[in-house]
């Protein structure tokens, strides 16, 4: 059985940094392409970073790019969205998702199959 764990979120002070974890089961991140989204209340759900695994490219959305950066231990099967300079409009609920019918990176949450159960992240002013 796939499964996404994220773990990491909580409260910050704009300035400071998170690092957000997302552990997988049930498939090597190799595998499929994985995708970091963020809901904030009352807004869509956005994407914010993607690594296909065609390419193993990872790329990262305007909003946030130059602010994160994303790591992965392949031996545990787990990423990493380190996030730094945050601001109080970071404030959502972060999810990591994997593509399973997809090597390529995509900014969509329809071309994702499996998703975790969203950190919050709260940045204060």
């Known amino acids: 059985e796939v499964q996404l764990v994220e773990s990491g979120g909580g409260l910050v002070q704009a300035g400071g940094s998170l690092r957000l974890s997302c552990a997988a089961s049930?498939?090597?991140?190799?595998?499929?392409?994985i995708g970091w989204f963020r809901q904030a209340p009352g807004k869509e759900r956005e994407g914010i970073s993607c690594i296909g695994s065609s390419d193993g490219i990872t790329y990262y959305a305007d909003s946030v790019k130059g602010r994160i950066v994303i790591s992965s231990n392949y031996a545990k099967d787990t990423q990493f969205l380190q996030m730094n300079s945050l601001k109080p409009e970071d404030t959502a609920v972060y999810y990591c998702?994997?593509?399973?019918?997809?090597?390529?990176?995509?900014?969509?949450?329809?071309?994702?199959?499996?998703w975790g159960q969203g950190t919050q992240v709260t940045v204060s002013s």
């Open positions: 049930g498939f090597s991140f190799g595998d499929y392409a």
């Open positions: 998702a994997a593509a399973v019918g997809s090597s390529s990176c995509s900014w969509f949450p329809q071309d994702y199959d499996y």
